[in-house]
């Protein structure tokens, strides 16, 4: 199973996520919920680099199954609101991915909009 920690800051920005684990959906080169998590998280990744200049602190395995990701603390505000929205539209998207294939990756947010952890 994929497990996705969101954790926030007091104020709910995201302040970082962790993914860890393997959906095992199917066999190797075939699980697609790997691969929409994945695009899921890289795209969100590229998009907050190329469009709001905030440069995550990122730490990955090579052979997959865990992806850490930092905000930097203190980004310019109008780059950081950026980032954020393009990071909550990553959770809504792994959201929707967990909405269908529940028994393959859990998502907990820590102070999340609805306070709760799923």
Known sequence: ??????NRNPDGRISHFRMTGHADSGPYGYDLVCAGVSAVAFGALNA???????????????????????????PETQNQEKAQLILEAMLVSLRTIEKSYGQYIQIIDKGGADHAET
């Open 1 to 6: 199973m994929i497990t996705v920690k969101m």
């Open 48 to 74: 907050i680099e190329a469009l709001s200049g905030v440069k995550m602190k990122v730490r990955r395995s090579e052979a997959g199954g865990f992806l850490d990701c930092v905000c930097p603390a203190h």
